[in-house]
């Protein structure tokens, strides 16, 4: 399987566009070993975009991204997934006129008095 996206390095794990990258065997050193094999073998640094072969897989309950080989992304392809990530997502919500309402009058009733009971007179 092909993937392409944007490689995130940090704190020595590797990612293709958010999904952790493997090499070789799967435990945690598989992590090391892509990230060594990307920055030393390919020359790939943080924020290229790549393309690996691989397949999908779960590690530990973390999907990854088993890899076998990885390059970086040609300026065509970098222009056309720039330009299908564009095309499909506006960067600022659109603006509608909206009519500010004026505050009315309070509705507020004055508080009823209550009436004073005389006492009743003796007799």
């Not at 991204?65 to 720039?82: H, N």
């Not at 299908?84 to 603006?95: H, T």
């Amino acid at each position: 399987m092909n993937m392409k996206g944007t490689l995130t390095i940090s704190i020595g794990i590797s990612r293709l566009s958010g999904t952790r990258l493997m090499k070789g065997a799967k435990n945690n050193a598989g992590f090391g070993r892509a990230t060594d094999f990307l920055q030393q073998d390919r020359q790939l640094k943080n924020k290229d975009f790549i393309e690996v072969d691989g397949t999908d897989d779960e590690f530990n309950e973390v999907p990854i991204i088993l890899m076998t080989d990885a390059r970086k992304a040609s300026p065509q392809e970098v222009a056309a997934a720039a330009a299908a990530v564009g095309s499909g997502r506006k960067l600022r919500p659109s603006r509608k006129s909206t009519k500010v309402k004026k505050a009315g009058k309070s509705k507020k009733t004055a508080k009823k008095r209550s009436r004073k009971v005389k006492p009743a007179s003796k007799k």
